[in-house]
């Protein structure tokens, strides 16, 4: 469900309504008149709440039948999961657009929420002792920064965004859609809460999928320079206390990052990722979507995590990643390839 901090909800609407916007029939032997109050993940959606199956197998399936969910949309195609009792399914031709039709129903303005005040800070706003704000700084409404934080230059904070004590925020940041804790330092140009990269395609394009989650930052974090955090498409971007992350990483939305981790320069990790606690990332590390990472591992640089598991205490490299060892003597077993390569054309 969407924070009400960041969100403003317009519904609720009737089944009937939503089937209308939707493009789809009203299922069979269902109440046309049926309130549906939000729209919600698998996992989080209760009675009242709308919520999507793509059929998938594996993690998702067992999310889908232990379901508390009223309403769920569900691919029109069949599909062999039972839905949970009290769960009404709506057949439709494209899952992905139907919930991103019905979230931009409920949330019409939650891409980039218009600025309305006519000052810097909104009278509303609630900013502790000894905080600095520097030239151009911009506060918005029921934003809440607790005593002893800095904001640098043209920095802007959106809407509802929590920040804790002694903060160091430099020049260039934005920020929307965040709570974040004590002690955290970010560098200029960073940029957290925007709208993940989700979109459904088609025969006929790419139509966004509106993002209407947060960004959580836990105490003692430090951003670099110029790395971006997309906040969650229907949950939380979650970074874990005590992680340091270089210049230039970006973090896609719903991933979640553990306590103490080190993530180096221009790392990119695909969204719904699940990194543990101590975990290193280096230099251009890559992370598809999806990808589970242990506590304690360590990826060298240039590392491709392509899909899965890798368990942690333990070293991996190469692309596609594997443990260390092997990736070691993969690279050795290349070169001798290639060297007796090179003597039998002598």
């Known amino acids: 469900m969407a924070d009400p901090r960041f969100y403003d909800n317009h519904g609720p609407f009737k089944l009937a309504e939503v089937c209308t916007r939707v493009g789809a029939a009203l299922p069979e032997g269902a109440d046309g008149g049926a309130s549906i109050a939000d729209v919600a993940s698998l996992s989080g ?24 969910a009223g309403f769920c949309f569900v691919p029109q195609s069949a599909y062999k999961q039972k839905p949970p ?15 991103a039709a019905t979230i931009d129903l409920f949330y019409p303005n939650s891409s980039l929420p218009p600025w309305t005040q006519q000052v810097a800070i909104a009278s509303s ?9 520097a030239p151009g ?9 607790g005593s002893g934080s800095q904001i640098g230059p043209n920095s802007v904070i959106g809407r509802g965004v929590a920040i804790g004590r002694n903060c160091e925020i ?13 002690e955290v330092t970010i560098f200029p140009g960073t940029q957290i809460g925007q709208p993940g990269f989700g979109f459904a395609s088609n025969d006929s394009g790419h139509s966004r999928i509106p993002q209407i989650g947060r960004v959580i930052i836990q105490d003692k974090v430090e951003i670099g320079a110029a790395a ?19 210049n230039l990483v970006h973090i896609g939305h719903n991933t979640r990052i553990g306590r103490h981790c080190i993530i180096l ?20 590390v890559g992370l598809t979507d999806h990808v589970t990472i242990g506590n304690g591992a360590r990826f060298i640089g ?25 990736w070691m003597r993969q690279v050795a077993a290349v070169k001798a390839l290639a060297t007796r390569k090179r003597k039998s054309h002598d």
């Not at 706003?125 to 704000?133: S, Y």
């Not at 700084?137 to 920064?145: A, L, S």
């Not at 430099?170 to 965040?178: F, L, P, V």
């Not at 240039?302 to 260390?324: H, I, K, T």
């Open 170 to 182: 430099a020049s260039g940041c934005t920020i929307t859609h965040a709570m974040i804790g004590d």
């Open 45 to 68: 959606a209760g009675p009242s709440h709308l919520t999507f199956f793509t059929g998938a197998r594996g993690e998702i399936a067992g999310q889908f039948e232990s379901s508390h």
């Open 265 to 284: 320069a221009q790392v990119g990790i695909s969204g719904s990722c699940n990194i543990g606690d101590f975990v290193v990332l280096g230099g251009q």
């Open 137 to 145: 700084v911009v506060i918005g409404p029921d934003v809440e920064i």
């Open 228 to 246: 971006t955090i997309d906040r969650g498409a229907l949950g939380d971007t979650v970074i874990g206390e005590d992680t340091k992350i270089d």
């Open 85 to 99: 009792g009290g769960m009404t399914t709506i057949p439709v031709a494209s899952v992905q657009h139907a919930f």
């Open 125 to 133: 706003a609630r900013i502790g002792e000894n905080v600095i704000l």
């Open 302 to 326: 240039r590392s491709g995590l392509m899909s899965g598991e890798y368990p942690g205490g333990q070293d991996y490299g190469g692309q596609p990643a594997v443990p260390a060892k092997d």
